[in-house]
């Protein structure tokens, strides 16, 4: 009887710190400030400033973690902005589990609108599953994507990309044809250094880029940003 509970107290034992061991960041990812130092960093998940109004389970700080073969790129393409006078920031990266989970709960919560005007004005919350904005799973919980926009690098401020990051609607396509010629060329510039630096955009978010070549194509990672 003693051998068969001590089966089982071993067998929990070896679950608790697999849980434990997956909220710790992987050796795989980085933290890419540090190999970046002049990234303008405002992870918006880890405020109120995003489409929810509150902050987003697995974000505590304004830290950006990404695979280190995704960040080895980023760094190849911020050197050659820097010659243009230019440098990112980063409004995501890698996502937990549990904050895509926490997106999901909120999405189902149909009387919660506290964003709305901001973000998704023109959608109705019943339909973001059906147009994509919510999602099971998010591939940046693979870690190799990133949301981002240019900023010049002495005033820090945004180039302007016709409307702000997270903006549900068409007019965040990437060739929405209702913005101006400048938005149109930012947009252009951001699209064109990420595509030579090895990253693959989507058409429903000028901001949103994903390294061709990821690491973890099938693997959902879910430890805390802290």
């Given amino acids: 009887m003693k051998s068969i509970y001590r089966i089982l107290y071993l067998s929990f034992l070896a ?7 997956t909220r710790e960041v992987p050796s795989s990812f980085i933290e890419l400030k540090t190999l970046i130092p002049d990234l303008e960093v405002e992870m918006r998940y880890n405020s109120n400033h995003n489409f929810m109004g509150r902050r987003v389970e ?39 589990q549990q904050a895509v989970d926490n997106f999901k709960s909120w999405a189902k919560d149909i009387s919660d609108t506290l964003a709305k005007k901001e973000f998704y004005p023109e959608v109705d919350k019943r339909d973001l599953f059906k147009l994509g904005y919510i999602a099971e799973k998010s591939g940046h919980s693979r870690g190799s994507t990133i949301d981002l926009t240019l900023i010049d690098l ?73």
């Fill in 58 to 96: 697995g974000y505590k700080s304004n830290k950006v973690y990404i695979t280190k073969e995704a960040a080895t790129a980023l760094v190849s393409a911020q050197q050659e902005l820097k010659a243009q006078g230019l440098g990112f920031k980063v409004f995501d990266a890698f996502r937990p």
């Fill in 15 to 21: 679950f608790a710190l697999s849980c434990a061991t």
């Fill in 154 to 226: 002495k005033t820090k401020k945004e180039l302007d990309m016709g409307t702000g990051f997270d903006y549900f609607g068409e007019p965040s396509h990437y060739d929405y044809p209702k913005i101006n010629d400048q938005q149109k060329t930012n947009r252009k510039i951001l699209r064109d250094i990420m595509e030579k630096h090895g990253f693959k955009a989507i058409e429903s978010e000028w901001w949103h880029f994903t390294l061709k070549d990821e690491p973890f194509k099938d693997k959902y990672f879910d430890f805390v940003i802290q």
